[in-house]
Every structure is written in C-alpha cells, then in structure tokens.
C-alpha cells in the first residue's frame, strides 16, 4: 500500500472522487442545466451592473472570462452569495464556484490572494452557508472548504477548523444522512494533512468513525470511512493507540463480511499500518494478537485462495499471515486473556476456566493501574451480551478468589455493586454466574475474617505466655 507521501501526489479521482451516482453530483448536474435570469436581479438593484456583466460572461465562457479577469470573477461570485437571498440561485452559484476549482485546483489560489489583499476572511461566507436548511447548499458549501483548504497555500486558521471538523463529525451521525457520501468525501481531502488530521483527532473524530462503521452503511461509505481511518494509522503515534477505540474488532467484522475488493485492500492496509507503524515492538505485537483473537488469519486464508486484480491485496495477505502466524507461536495464556478482554468479545475461551492461569496471573490483572480489570467492570456496566456478562462475572469471581486484596479493589472500582445488580438479569446464565461470584466475594471475606481471628487469638496467646513468664 502507498506510503502517505505517495497519497499526498495521487489524483483525487485515484482516491475516491464522489461517486457520479452520489446525491449530491446527481443534482449538481441537475443545477448545471439550469439558466438564471441575472437581468431581473439588475433590475430590481439586488446586484450591481459590474457583477451583472461578470456573472453573465462566466455564465457564457467561464474559462476564458477567469483567464483574463481573476479577481473580477471572485469578487462577484462572493457578492452573489452574500446578497442573493434565494435558494436556487445561491445553489448554481455553490455549483459554478465548484466546477471552477475542480477544472484546475490552482484557482483556490485566487480566492486566497483576493480575500488576503482586502483582508477578508475566505472561509467565512462558506462556513455561514453551513447554517442553511437546504441540504444541497450545506455539503456543496463543505465541498468548496475542503478544497480551499486542501488545495491551496493557505490552512484554515484553527478556530474555523475546529468548528468545520465538528461539522463534518456530526453530519456523519445524522440518521439517514443521504449526502453521507459527500460528507466523508470531505473528511478523505482534509485528514490527508497533517494539522488537520490532529485537529479531527482532538474533537473526538476516531471514535465517530469506528461508531458509524459499527452500524450498518453501504460499502461506498464503509470504504471512505475505513479509508480516513488508514490515512490515520500512516502516523505511528496515532497507529499506537488506534485499537484502544476497538477499530481491530470492527474492521475485522466488515473483511469477514465484505464482497468489494476496494473496501477488503483498504481494511487490509490498515491492518497492516498498525504492525508497521507504531514505534513499539510490544504494541505491535499487541495488535498481532487482536487480529488473531478477531478471527483474521481465517479470512487471510480465505483470501489466499481468491484471485484479486490489484497486486497490494496479495502482499499484504502474504505480510500479515506471516506477522500473526508469528504472533501465535509467541502467544502466552496472559497475552491471549488481555487481548481478548481489550477487544471486548469475551467468549468461554480454555483460559478462562483454567485455575493454574488464575493462580498465576490473577495479581496481573492490577497492573497499569488495574487496566484489565476495569475493562471488565466496565463490561459488566455496559455490556447488553448475556455471553459476555457471564464471562465477565465468572473472571471477577476467580479474581477475589485468587488475589487477597481483591474484594477490596472491586468495591473501590464499583464492581461489586454491579455484579450484585445482574443477579436479577433476565437471562439465567447471567445470574448464576452473577451468584457464583457474590458467593467467591462471600467466602473470600469469611476467609479473611478467619485469619484475622486466628491472628488474634494468636497474639492473645502470646501475650498470656509472657505475662506468666514474668510472674
């Protein structure tokens, strides 16, 4: 798979142009075909004589009339959308700026250079226009931003930034957004540049990502969607910490359910990002171990059998078996229970039920600041899986059983409450294994109450002997 710098050369067209089928290009062209009476508005003084001849000349010969007129045109346009009110005309004007800068990119720069001699903000009539209720206006607006930010000499300043990035955010999570296309088309442009790739990950943008992705979206929007997560993973900070937001489990599930080879080379490239990248042989290997838990090397073995038309799908296959094949020969018990208990799909794995890995390992569940141990109490708060509850309360159980703080560490963390809450779930293995654990936390305090009285008792007897000795 290409290297960022190599994506950073490629045609937009090679990444992923919108769709021609797209929403949005649909009724673009619509609009193109369309023709605006600019007279009446000259005549009614809506717009001024100067912009009535340039608007009509761009009307007639766009190129030709920009060649000569630069900042003429841009003047005009950016009058035009800041005093024509109607939805129709404000669209075929959105549309004009915007097959303008798709003919030739070096354009954007002539909206820079006249907004910066007038010191005028460029971005702030299409950042207004994202305030609009006709749909076309909003994402044909995002659309013109992307590449005024991308294709130019100029970034967007980050206060615009921040409020652009949280835009598209959540655009992407309006309930049956039909120019969720456009929308991740956006993202595809900006995250491409490295300012803008931090700042989509300072608003949260990741997690957005993987939660749309969860959900059922078309293979065009799974591909530019699992797209912006492998132009993430090309920086190796990044890559270190991408499956703390469970994108190993999800991609998984897409590649074992996908038909398009688009969308299975780009999960491929991911995945491969994520053993390449990080810096840290340890987290590398980590995400070997997800993949292997998540199922992948049956998939890899599947795809091994397939005939594909790009060369990248075959060496990554060849790459990652190799890696996870690696991987499993190196695999612990302790290394097979944290990675399946990160990817949050417990199962009845042979671990779970060993007493010798919990003899051993019990006390490990405290390490990093009791890490796994509060994935599992979050599991046991968060989790709608009765499969995964039941694990998640048999490992609790074996973890007071085993290490002698432990009932003390679950009450700090709020565990014991919540296991004692799903002994009135509604599935019943839930609540057996629910009473299995109270009972491990009932025994392990008679236990330690035990010892403590024969401590006691121990001391008092001391302490008799000592007196009858000085008497």
């Not at 044909?140 to 990035?165: Q, T, V």
């Not at 290997?285 to 397939?306: D, G, N, P, T």
Request: glycine content about 2%; hydrophobic content about 40%.
């Amino acid at each position: 798979m290409s290297d960022v710098a190599d994506l950073m050369k490629m045609p937009e067209e090679s990444i992923d142009m919108i769709a021609a089928t797209s929403v949005l290009q649909q009724q673009a062209a619509d609009i193109r075909t369309k023709t605006i009476n600019w007279a009446s508005y000259m005549q009614s003084q809506m717009i001024s004589q100067e912009d009535y001849q340039c608007i009509s000349a761009l009307d007639n010969s766009k190129a030709a009339y920009l060649q000569s007129n630069p900042a003429q045109a841009v003047k005009t346009l950016l009058n035009l959308l800041s005093h024509v009110s109607k939805d129709s005309t404000i669209q075929y004007i959105m549309v004009m700026i915007d097959d303008l800068l798709q003919e030739d990119r070096s354009r954007v720069d002539i909206f820079h250079e006249y907004c910066a001699k007038r010191k005028e903000c460029v971005w702030g009539p299409f950042l207004n226009l994202l305030n609009r209720q006709d749909g076309f206006i909003v994402n044909m607006s995002s659309r013109i931003l992307a590449k005024l930010a991308c294709w130019g000499h100029e970034m967007m300043p980050k206060s615009d930034l921040n409020f652009y990035l949280q835009f598209l955010k959540d655009q992407l999570t309006v309930q049956s957004n039909e120019y969720i296309q456009s929308v991740a088309r956006c993202l595809q442009m900006m995250l491409r540049i490295d300012e803008y790739l931090f700042a989509f990950v300072g608003v949260d943008g990741i997690s957005t990502l993987v939660r749309i992705l969860s959900s059922r979206v078309n293979f065009q929007v799974q591909y530019q969607l699992v797209f912006c997560l492998w132009v993430l993973t090309f920086n190796p900070l990044l890559a270190t910490k991408m499956n703390k937001f469970t994108v190993i489990p999800i991609l998984a599930d897409i590649l074992n359910d996908c038909a398009k080879e688009k969308v299975t080379r780009i999960i491929l490239g991911v995945f491969r990002n994520l053993i390449e990248k990080p810096t840290d042989a340890q987290v590398a290997k980590e995400h070997c171990i997800a993949m292997v838990q998540c199922k992948v090397l049956k998939q890899l073995s599947i795809l091994e059998q397939r005939r594909f038309d790009d060369e990248d799908i075959s060496a990554d296959v060849e790459f990652l078996t190799e890696k996870l094949q690696n991987s499993v020969q190196d695999l612990s018990s302790f290394d097979e229970y944290a990675t399946e208990l990160r990817s949050a799909r417990l199962e009845w794995s042979p671990v779970h039920k060993s007493a010798k890995f919990w003899r051993e390992n019990a006390q490990r569940l405290n390490e990093k600041n009791y890490e796994l141990l509060r994935i599992l109490v979050h599991l046991l708060e968060t989790s709608k899986d009765p499969i995964i509850l039941s694990v998640a309360c048999y490992d609790i159980g074996e973890y007071v059983r085993h290490y002698p703080r432990g009932k003390h560490v679950l009450e700090q963390l709020g565990g014991k409450q919540i296991v004692m809450q799903l002994l009135g779930h509604e599935d019943p293995n839930v609540r057996y294994e629910a009473l299995l654990a109270v009972q491990k936390l009932m025994v392990h305090n008679w236990e330690y109450l035990g010892k403590q009285l024969e401590k006691e008792n121990e001391t008092q007897k001391q302490g008799s002997a000592a007196i009858s000795g000085k008497a």
